[in-house]
């Protein structure tokens, strides 16, 4: 499996913006830009897309795990907080916090825990990224 965005930039840094765009049509056209980026300006960002992809990629597999366990979901709601900031004078992403809410019948807390670190651990993107990422996990 292949899965494409494209990325165009007009302009320098500080002045410039861009737009994302995916061939299913999800991002057309998005614009992004440095004041998106790092104030609150209109758009997207990588950073939040990054965060999207993981929190998205992490429910999936969690899903997946707690069915083949004998726990199908009745909800699992996934939110990554993404952590970026200077580190050794380079802007670096330093940590993705997953804060999982999830209401799965039948299940005790401790197995639901268990199955969620090991979806946090065998997600695509989490095996990709390469910072230290976190987990809670509760019932609702």
């Not at 320098?12 to 992004?32: E, I």
């Not at 970026?84 to 802007?91: K, S, V």
């Not at 990709?128 to 976190?134: D, S, V």
Request: charged share 20%; proline share 5%; with cysteine.
């Amino acid at each position: 499996m292949k899965r494409t965005a494209t990325a165009v930039w007009n302009g320098d840094l500080k002045s410039g913006k861009g737009t994302l765009s995916t061939p299913n049509g999800v991002l057309r056209s998005t614009p992004y830009s440095l004041s998106a980026r790092f104030e609150d300006g209109a758009g997207t960002n990588p950073e939040e897309l990054v965060a999207a992809a993981h929190s998205g990629c992490f429910t999936m597999q969690l899903s997946a795990f707690l069915a083949e366990a004998g726990f199908p979901a009745d909800e699992l709601s996934t939110t990554a907080t993404l952590t970026a900031g200077p580190l050794n004078g380079d802007f670096t992403i330093t940590n993705i916090h997953l804060d999982l809410t999830g209401k799965v019948p039948g299940i005790e807390a401790a197995r639901f825990e268990e199955i969620a670190a090991s979806a946090k651990a065998k997600c695509p993107v989490s095996r990709l990224l390469k910072t230290e990422i976190t987990l809670s996990a509760k019932l609702a």
